[in-house]
């Protein structure tokens, strides 16, 4: 860790996000943006014209023009689901090095609505226009080389599932980890779900129905594996000088970091430790604090395993502990011991395709105050953990109210 520091030099003063129980959203593509983009900046009292930076995971100059913006700074760094954590990380060394001084960040992903449009089209007797197979891509993306595709589908590995499956698999070996312990994540995060009004699943579980719910890839059951629903959400981020007037009380970043250590899952180092091993601590150190410091941890759960890892990864608890340190409810409602993922998480209130945009936005409404029956009893530090691709690239943020700088 060198001496670099954007500790307090930024803060997310704007958020906004839109799911439902149903898991469909009424509109998508650039409209769904906008509609982000503006409620974002309505929640921080600022207008499009403030705006002079901007993040989303692909292709920010095709969105920055259908906005009527011309920005200093463009990110499109796109690494799965951990992408909104890596936005807000260079986002605030932007602004700290003066590249600009007000950036949205934005997401909008419809792949339940997607599904339902397609059905439509084609029994009025359409055809699949918005395929893109065959044509030309990126590496890794659509149409382009992938090297998952020619050396671990053909072993029969179901994607995504079958990765976080040999996770699981290899900590059970290792530490003798449980499915009881396991299902314990979901049956929390459902707790928390029936507090959200817009969360897609709200009704309780308990560990039996997670561990009666069919096998998708063994040791995962389908109630172990994250929602597909329509999804988006939106922040705007500014320098702590110009967030002390604005609409809302300003959420500072304390610390950020990222690492990333394989694209395949064959190539992980170890399937039972991530790069969150890196990025957790690193954030930590620049923020000055350390994980008995943190109200709300933010983990993002494409499955309860990566849950599970993450809890060890970032040092809530010793590597190997994870599944008695979630035994008894303890990341529930009233818990006591570390509220985790109070929106519903990905298991239970929505999961786009990517969720990091997620976690950033129920960080930032908790330090606020503003939720209500889950909202918390005044937390100061919220810890958004982002997990992009197979378990491979991941972002720590730690956030705080304007009494912990």
């Known amino acids: 860790m060198n001496d ?4 307090g030099a930024a803060a997310i003063v704007g958020v906004c996000d839109a799911a439902s129980p149903t898991g469909v959203l009424d509109d998508h593509g650039r409209a769904l943006e906008a509609r982000m983009v503006k409620a974002a900046l309505d929640d921080a009292g600022l207008t499009v014209d403030d705006v002079d930076g901007i993040a989303c995971a692909g292709a920010p100059a095709g969105l920055a023009e259908y906005l009527g913006i011309h920005p200093r700074y463009l990110d499109g ?7 909104y954590e890596l936005h807000v990380e260079h986002a605030a060394a932007a602004i700290a090095a003066g590249l600009c001084e007000v950036v949205i960040g934005v997401y909008a992903s419809t792949p339940r609505g997607a599904r339902e449009r397609m059905r439509q089209r084609m029994a009025a007797g359409g055809a699949d226009r918005g395929g893109s197979a065959g044509r030309g891509g ?7 080389p992938n090297p998952g595709a020619e050396w671990e589908l053909p072993y029969g590995l179901r994607t995504p599932m079958g990765a976080y499956a040999l996770a699981a698999s290899r900590h059970m070996y290792e530490f003798g980890t449980t499915s009881e312990q396991l299902a314990q994540i979901a049956v929390d995060t459902r707790r928390w779900a029936s507090m959200n009004p817009s969360a897609r699943f709200q009704d309780p579980i308990t560990i039996d ?3 009666d719910s069919p096998m998708q890839a063994s040791p995962l059951h389908l109630l172990d594996c994250c929602l597909v629903t329509d999804g988006a959400g939106a922040f705007v981020m500014v320098s702590a000088e110009r967030a002390a007037d604005l609409a809302k009380p300003p959420v500072y970043l304390l610390g950020a970091a990222s690492c990333g250590d394989h694209s395949m899952i064959s190539q992980m180092p170890d399937l039972t430790t991530t790069a969150g091993a890196i990025s957790g601590p690193n954030a930590f150190a620049m923020a000055g604090m350390k994980p008995d410091d943190v109200d709300l941890l933010m983990g993002y759960d494409s ?8 809890l060890e990864d970032l ?4 590597k190997g502990e994870g599944g008695a340190f979630v035994e008894d409810g303890k990341l529930g409602p009233g818990g006591g011991r570390l509220a985790m993922n109070t929106n519903g998480g990905g298991l239970s209130y929505t999961h786009p395709g990517m969720y990091g945009m ?3 936005v129920e960080a930032v409404r908790q330090l606020r105050g503003e939720l209500g029956p889950r909202q918390l009893d005044d937390p100061a530090v919220a810890v958004a953990h982002g997990s992009g691709g197979l378990l491979s690239t991941m972002g720590t943020l730690v956030l705080g109210t304007e009494a912990t700088l």
């Open 4 to 7: 670099r520091t954007l500790r």
């Open 77 to 83: 760094t796109q690494v799965g689901g951990s992408s």
């Open 138 to 144: 990126p590496p890794g993306g659509m149409g382009g």
């Open 209 to 211: 129905d997670v561990l």
């Open 303 to 310: 499955f309860t395993i990566t849950a599970l890892l993450h």
């Open 315 to 318: 040092g809530f608890c010793a």
């Open 358 to 360: 997620f976690l950033i």
